[in-house]
């Protein structure tokens, strides 16, 4: 799956681009004279120039492609609908800002100026005070897309909010869930392990079918030469066998779904070929490759799907400081390797952002490549017939989406303090919730999902709209608390409108909680405790008088509440963190239902 680069050459030179999708593709053709658009319609292009016949019955932008260069039309789709916003990426949000005359959505204006303009002079003026268990605009560093090293976004955070802190018996510290990891029985693989290597096709498939699509980090083209060296090594040693076996476990997994599935006494899918992987680890450690950092990466991607976020951390901040070594000097990777190196380094930047949203972790100042590594644009073609399509859509609409989600806990969640004004909050929740529609706006079809309560078979479509409505969320969280504070603020129309905007993101995250299945390879811890935190907040929601009339029907509330606790009961076997989140949320439901039965009747 594939999304935008930046306008930079060096994403616009990297050119091999495939898509897949379940409803729509965009083949290539290999006509000499045919633009991009002619090409992926399979249609005979008239080779007009500046525009042919179909572009212009289209009104679409009619490109030809330049010697050399291999972009087919479904990169051009994503290059012209995404522009306006992954152009962020490489933009430095710094200074020199004035207050905006127009509304965002009338504006043609690029996001960086609408949220510069939207945020600055208020900040310099003293005009947005801090906000109560939300944040501070004082002091922004020069790049709001990174995430904040001290924020209030995870979820035992709304264990200290108004009417939620009483649905517990006692106070949690916030950083209990890193502690309970930290003392946590380390991994233990041990080597008995048989290592089964009749069933590697069904998993080599599965991989490149249903998991690469999510880190994007594996070239199906080179992959048999991969396999080739592997083999000849008898699978144990180099970066090629350890690449080898990693991808078989994540391969195992895929084939399996979800691991909350899976019988708890036994092994999880793929254990066996992780393994033996990880004894190949030690000896990548202290090189300084790029095929090295792959590993790591890939090795991380089974740790979050067996729910171990502190394992995968650690080998992430190794990852990280072989990407800064080789990133902070030219020429210390091949030319070759550009397209990997950038695919790993967003893949390290992603787990290390998913991982710091929730817990208290030291940085590992990967962020600063930032600005300079270019976006993924294409492995290229190799002369044998590739394993798989090299899917980089659903990858490069998360970098978006994970870029937007850093710069609301930036903008909105990076401090504590008392005592502020909801209202002073307006401009920038406006122009936060504009750029989160314009990402969607922006999807390419085969992953734009629909934003009707249907379920989808497309799992990317899926993953993309729980994520979707998870930033819609937390942009609009603030007025929850506002009115969790003092009902009285309900009275103010606004108000209640975005409180009624975030209860209904809630709800749709909520209502279908096994929908979540779909993502739950790469994003099953970060989920469950997305869940816990939508949850907690629908849960004090029902307790106050304004809040509750925004909500579906109570015995509804009851339903998907009780849905919600039952499926996160089912991961607490995984890791501890869990299952004090699944204690946590039985607790309150429970203290919930005696507050209403005290209150009155159910309407």
Known sequence: MQGN??????????????QSSDTIDYPRRRATIACEICRSRKSR??????????????????????????????????LEHLNRIEGILQSNLAGGYSLPTHSPSGSNSTNEELLASSTSNLSVMGMIPPMNGLGTWHNISSNISTMPKIHTTPALHLLQ?????????????????LQLEMAREPLCLGTSLSLDLSNTGTYVQAFFERVNVWYACVNPHTWNSYYRTALSHGFREGAESCIVLLV??????????????QPADKDAPGLAYFSAAWALLPSLMTRNTMLSAQCHILASAYLFYIVRPLEAWNLLTSTSM???????????????AK???ERVYWNTLLFESDLLAELDLPHSGIVQFEEVVGLPGGFEDEDEEGMGRDELWYFLAEIALRRLLNRVSHLIYSKTSPNTSIAALEPLVAELEYQLAQWYEGLPLPVQFPHSRVPLSNHVQTVLRLRYFACRTIIFRPYILAVLNDENTALDPNVQENCRKCLEACIRQLEHITAHHAGHLPYLWQGALSIVSQTLLVMGATMSPSLSALLPPPHQMDII????????????????????SSEIIREAEERRQMFLRSAGPKV
């Open 561 to 580: 509440i009780d849905d919600v606790v039952l499926e996160i009961e089912r991961y607490a076997h995984l890791a501890p963190s869990l299952r004090l």
């Open 248 to 261: 078989l476990a994540l391969g195992a997994a895929g084939a399996a779904g979800s691991i909350s599935q």
């Open 339 to 341: 397209e990997l190196s």
């Open 45 to 78: 292009c008239d080779g007009s120039r500046p525009k042919c016949r179909l572009c212009t019955e289209l009104n679409a932008e009619c490109v030809y492609r330049e010697p050399g260069i291999k972009l087919d039309a479904g990169d051009k789709l994503i």
């Open 5 to 18: 680069g930046p306008t930079s050459n060096d994403s616009r030179s990297n050119p091999k681009k495939r």
């Open 322 to 336: 072989k990407l800064q070594l080789l990133l902070s000097a030219p020429g210390r990777f091949p030319l070759h």
């Open 161 to 177: 909010w108004p009417m939620i802190r009483d649905l517990v018996s006692r106070p949690y510290d916030p950083q209990v869930l």
